[in-house]
């Protein structure tokens, strides 16, 4: 499969707890995307990578977030001390320069 | 900065029926423009987009989008649907004279097709 792939699909969480995720892109894609959809909206961009470089971060991306791509393949998103309102899915997404991006399927959290 | 209105929360439609998924965008700048679909628990799928050229777009499975510059709108159209179709759609837009092509996103409307 080469689609992108996001690891776990479900994350269940006491409010408090820190929470990593993890996504793996298509492989020549040098562009990846973080986002979070709650229910009955689009995603919402969080941040973005065009390689191992950071290039632009929301303003809904606050200082418990962290995001991270070391070499330039896969990426994780760290929560710290998550809050009750972090719960949504989180999606990942990875394209060409350019071009249209391809969607990971996502990873919930639910925060209790 | 873009936003995307999609005016209409839930689309309810017979099948074989024709459909329209309203979308409009405002911008300050050119704009690329894209149709995605999630069915249900999966991730987000592209369906068709429009960067340049012929303003009329199709998908492989029926579905067409016209740009349509005045009217800054982007509709989603099928002319006979199938139950299959069942699905959320999203609108979304980016901005064509930057380096990020990172979309904004409309809410989302729900494509609910009856036997």
């Known amino acids: 499969d080469t689609g992108v792939s996001q690891d776990p699909r479900h994350k269940i969480t006491k409010r408090g707890q820190n929470v990593t995720f993890r996504c793996d892109p298509i492989?020549?894609?040098?562009?990846l995307y973080w986002y979070r959809q709650t229910l009955g909206q689009g995603p919402e961009f969080l941040t973005y990578?065009?390689?191992?470089?950071?290039?632009?971060k929301s303003r809904l991306l606050s200082d418990r977030f962290s995001a991270e791509r070391p070499k330039g393949s896969f990426s994780t998103l760290e929560i710290q001390r998550t809050e009750q309102g972090d719960s949504a899915m989180y999606l990942c997404?990875?394209?060409?320069?350019?071009?249209?991006?391809?969607f990971g399927p996502g990873t919930r959290l639910t925060v209790l | 900065a873009q936003s995307v209105t999609q005016l209409d929360s839930q689309v309810p439609v017979f099948e074989e029926a024709p459909v329209e998924l309203r979308c409009n965008y405002s911008?300050?700048?050119?704009?690329?423009l894209f149709w995605y679909v999630q069915y249900p628990n999966q991730g987000l799928q592209l369906l068709l987009k429009?960067?340049?050229?012929?303003?009329l777009v199709e998908s492989i499975n029926g579905f067409e989008a016209e740009f349509n510059k005045s009217q800054t709108s982007f509709h989603l159209r099928k002319p006979s649907v199938h139950i299959s179709d069942t699905a959320e759609y999203f609108c979304?837009?980016?901005?064509?004279?930057?380096?990020?092509?990172?979309?904004?996103f409309g809410r989302g409307t729900s494509l609910i097709v009856h036997p």
């Open positions: 997404a990875s394209s060409r320069s350019g071009s249209a991006q391809f």
């Open positions: 492989s020549e894609h040098n562009r």
């Open positions: 990578f065009q390689n191992e470089a950071q290039l632009e």
């Open positions: 911008s300050s700048v050119s704009v690329y």
């Open positions: 429009y960067l340049s050229g012929s303003t």
């Open positions: 979304a837009v980016s901005d064509a004279s930057g380096g990020s092509y990172i979309p904004t």
